[in-house]
């Protein structure tokens, strides 16, 4: 069931889609406006940007005039946003920005975020500290096979907002049979967990599509 977008900036930026047509990304809107908060203006105005130059609408109908056109010189850069932040009310995982960093265009877009990892559960393959760019609409990831491998072996990264826990990453894949998500670590000491699709307590986010560390 969609949800209402709250935001003023949102709900013009949802409407100027829906008049393009663009009504799958109107519906993810709805899903995303759940991750800012009112005063979050500086994620929302990225947010509407990004969706501004990948569906070619126009910055100043959405957001006005000081949005549309920065000051000269000025750099944009890409908020990063906690792993573990939920919300105190729902347990879901929100959206708080901890810091900025410089990102090539081409790695973002409106359906894209970046976070930064937080555990130890998936290296020497994804680092503590690690950032990632997830993408929402990448929500799919690979059936398991018949040849019986475990998670590790064939899983794809995939961010999950688990309950109470914020967002989690690990090799994920789905296993129609018992219509699940299987969620495996690299790290032996992290238990792997096998998740109901239709679970409220667990949600998919997206896929990890790229990945920037130090080795």
Not at 49 to 78: F, K
Not at 133 to 141: H, K, R, S
Request: charged share 25%; proline share 8%.
């Amino acid at each position: 069931m969609g949800h209402d977008v709250q935001h003023p900036m949102l709900a013009r930026l949802k409407l100027a889609l829906e008049a393009k047509g663009e009504f799958k990304a109107a519906r993810r809107l709805d899903l995303a406006a759940l991750y800012y908060p009112q005063e979050n203006q500086a994620g929302v105005r990225s947010l509407v940007l990004r969706h501004c130059r990948e569906y070619g609408l126009a910055p100043e109908d959405i957001a006005g005039q000081d949005l549309a056109h920065p000051a000269p010189g000025r750099v944009t850069l890409t908020p990063v946003f906690a792993m573990a932040s939920t919300n105190p009310r729902t347990g879901c995982w929100r959206l708080d920005e901890i810091e900025r960093i410089a990102l090539s265009s081409h790695l973002l877009g409106p359906t894209r975020f970046v976070t930064r990892m937080d555990s130890r559960a998936l290296e020497p393959r994804i680092r503590l500290g690690a950032y990632l760019v997830v993408d929402t609409a990448q929500d799919l990831p690979p059936a398991a096979s018949h040849a019986q491998l475990p998670p590790e072996a064939e899983g794809t990264p995939f961010a999950m907002d688990i309950k109470d826990e914020g967002l989690v990453v690990r090799l994920t894949r789905y296993d129609a049979g018992h219509d699940s998500w299987e969620l495996a670590a690299l790290d032996q000491s992290v238990p792997p967990m096998v998740v109901p699709r239709q679970n409220e307590g667990c949600r998919l986010v997206g896929r990890v599509v790229w990945v920037a560390q130090e080795f």
